[in-house]
């Protein structure tokens, strides 16, 4: 059993989202009644969808990062903590013994809880993701060495995430455009319940009328609101504060070309990036109709939701701009955060990603998602600081090469997410009486939220409807 697991991971890890997750696709296509041919062809679409994004944002961050390097470098300023990027941290996720367990778990779990409509979430077919949960498991382990311990936080994880996707299905769903689908990635779900309580207190102190977002942007101000010119403005603010020493005398040639192609760059993911989720969206196509057509057949009524990897919310027009627009908000912050050693890095141009749940939420509002991803975010860097030492060791022990003595690593994308660290140290805890309130916490919001689902889901629509009609 160990080494199928150990196989397991090494497919995973070789062959990454772009081949796994189109298999798991084509065959829940097929399990739905597909014809072959489209269960295929939705396979290929989600793979070259997958791939373009790797592409759009590989090439983003080649050019962006350097620009970040070198206001970092402008600033002074010496934090240990060196955030690699969830590519990275990913990789050393399947490879730690508690990793190659997890796939296994997390699998059957995931299928169990699903057939017996525990949850109306088929998680399983985002199965990449879970090396979030690997991720804190392994700290677990390496503090403890207490491998039932790192299991158990990891499946309690997985529970409280679960819970979270299904209360969110609905209108993440309902926001990008994807139906019966949503989005269940642990390191960006975790955000929650932070995100419904931010988006009614911002809603009463007046964010629900500062209309900005991308479309009312592009109505009042034609070419000047279009996120493509949106990017524009943004890039290059990133390239003059990255390269403001030099714009002038000796080097300027150099530097405003710098400033010009950061510019131009990040106007072209705005462009691109939506075309490419365009495709991968087509991918689902085929298992919505057979999703209807099965629901339809069994007479059951039940209305589930497909995961779907979180990279097909990244390209929607206000994602982006708030994703973007947080770049240097969220570098600032960590150079003035007490307490904070990280340097965000290559998991900055993960933002758009990470502010899913906020914009789907607020309905697209991009002051209150702004506001609330600063604030949360905030928070995480601090918490990631407390953990790099650790996770430094077990990335170390996974075979991860130190790029210089004296610095940690870590993700600022993985690891500054508040909620789920806080499971983790209940946990790490050992403390019987805590993890039992975690536990029993769990039930009690599941039973609740059960008893309440239509209500709660009719409030998320409700919050986001009074949004769009100011």
Same mark, same amino acid.
């Given at each position: ?32 009644? *597909? ?48 955030? =690699? ?37 088929? $998680?399983?077919?985002? &199965?990449? #993701? #879970?090396?979030?949960? $690997? ?61 419904? !309580? ?14 900005? #977002? ?9 070419? &000047? ?93 206000? =994602?982006?701009? =708030? ?30 990603? $990470? ?25 995480? &860097? ?22 210089? *003595? ?21 946990? &790490?805890?050992? #403390?019987?009486?805590? !993890? ?35």
């Amino acid at each position: 059993m160990t080494e199928f697991l150990q196989t397991l991971s090494d497919v995973f890890s070789t062959f990454g989202a772009t081949v796994f997750v189109p298999i798991i696709l084509f065959i829940i296509g097929m399990c739905m009644g *597909a014809p072959a041919k489209k269960a295929f062809q939705s396979a290929l679409l989600c793979a070259v969808g997958l791939t373009g994004f790797n592409f759009v944002v590989n090439s983003y961050s080649a050019i962006i990062a350097p620009v970040v390097n070198q206001m970092v470098t402008n600033a002074g300023v010496n934090l240990p903590g060196l955030d =690699t990027g969830w590519q990275s941290v990913s990789v050393i996720a399947y490879s730690t013994k508690v990793g190659v367990l997890f796939i296994g778990v997390a699998i059957v779990l995931q299928i169990v809880l699903f057939l017996a409509k525990w949850t109306d979430v088929f $998680m399983a077919s985002d &199965l990449w #993701n #879970n090396y979030s949960f $690997m991720v804190w498991g392994s700290l677990i382990y390496a503090l403890t060495e207490n491998m039932l311990l790192a299991m158990a936080c990891m499946v309690v994880q997985l529970l409280y995430i679960l819970l979270f996707s299904e209360a969110c299905a609905k209108r993440w769903s309902t926001y990008y455009e994807y139906d019966n689908c949503c989005m269940t990635a642990p390191h960006h779900l975790e955000s929650l319940p932070f995100a419904v !309580i931010m988006n009614w207190l911002l809603g009463k102190i007046g964010f629900n009328k500062i209309k900005l #977002n991308a479309e009312t942007l592009q109505k009042k101000l034609g070419l &000047l609101g279009e996120p493509m010119f949106i990017g524009l403005i943004v890039g290059a603010i990133i390239g003059v504060i990255g390269n403001y020493n030099m714009l002038f005398g000796e080097g300027a040639l150099t530097a405003w070309g710098t400033v010009t192609s950061a510019a131009v760059s990040t106007a072209a993911i705005m462009a691109v990036f939506p075309k490419v989720a365009g495709i991968f969206a087509n991918a689902f196509t085929t298992m919505s109709d057979a999703y209807k057509a099965k629901a339809v057949e069994a007479g059951k009524g039940r209305e589930w939701y497909l995961s779907v990897n979180d990279a097909c919310g990244y390209g929607e027009p206000n =994602t982006l701009v =708030t994703g973007i627009i947080l770049i240097p908000i969220i570098l600032l912050l960590s150079f003035v955060l007490p307490g904070n050693t990280i340097l965000p890095m290559a998991d900055l141009c993960a933002l758009p990603y $990470m502010v899913e749940v906020f914009i789907c939420v607020s309905n697209g509002n991009i002051a209150k998602s702004v506001v609330s991803g600063a604030i949360w975010f905030s928070l995480g &860097l601090i918490i990631a600081s407390q953990l790099a030492p650790t996770f430094t060791e077990v990335a170390v022990e996974a075979g991860f090469q130190l790029p210089q *003595a004296g610095v940690y690593i870590t993700s600022f994308g993985i690891l500054c997410h508040p909620l789920i660290a806080g499971l983790f140290y209940c946990f &790490l805890s050992k #403390n019987p009486i805590i !993890i039992g309130a975690v536990v029993i916490l769990y039930f009690v919001l599941y039973f609740l939220f059960r008893k309440n689902k239509a209500r709660f889901v009719d409030y998320l629509e409700r919050s986001a409807a009074e949004y769009s009609a100011y």
